[in-house]
Nanobody, 129 residues
Framework: QVQLVESGGGSVQAGGSLRLSCAASGVTYNYNKFCMAWFRQTPGKERERVANIHTDGSETYADSVKGRFAISRDNAKKTLFLEMNSLKPEDTAMYYC?????????????????????WGQGTQVTVSS
């Protein structure tokens, strides 16, 4: 069973930066095969895909974070990252790491939470104005 554990959330003022991490364990085969993603959710709303990445280097971002957030992965350490800069109050949410064993082509179109198999417990990000 794959387990994902997020860390790095916290409280920051608008304009600030945070770096989220997601460590994977229990992956008995090649972590490189996984499409990895960050989602976020606020109370009463559906989970929103923030960014996702596959090992071929393809990255996809939500329009709301393009140019401010950067997703990356370290396959050797089985860790996913999300560098968040120029944070805005509207970025306040619980951030979740997600994974699915997939092809890069699937990953490029995997914007819905139902397309992912494994989830972390989330890490809270709060941005004050």
């Amino acid at each position: 069973q794959v387990q994902l554990v997020e860390s790095g959330g916290g409280s920051v003022q608008a304009g600030g930066s945070l770096r989220l991490s997601c460590a994977a364990s229990g992956v008995t085969y090649n972590y490189n095969k996984f499409c990895m993603a960050w989602f976020r959710q606020t109370p009463g709303k559906e989970r929103e895909r923030v960014a996702n990445i596959h090992t071929d280097g393809s990255e996809t971002y939500a329009d709301s974070v393009k140019g401010r957030f950067a997703i990356s992965r370290d396959n050797a350490k089985k860790t996913l990252f999300l560098e968040m800069n120029s944070l805005k109050p509207e970025d306040t949410a619980m951030y979740y790491c997600a994974a699915v064993d997939s092809t890069p082509a699937y990953c490029n179109n995997a914007a819905n939470q139902n397309q992912y198999t494994y989830w972390g417990q989330g890490t809270q990000v709060t941005v004050s104005s």
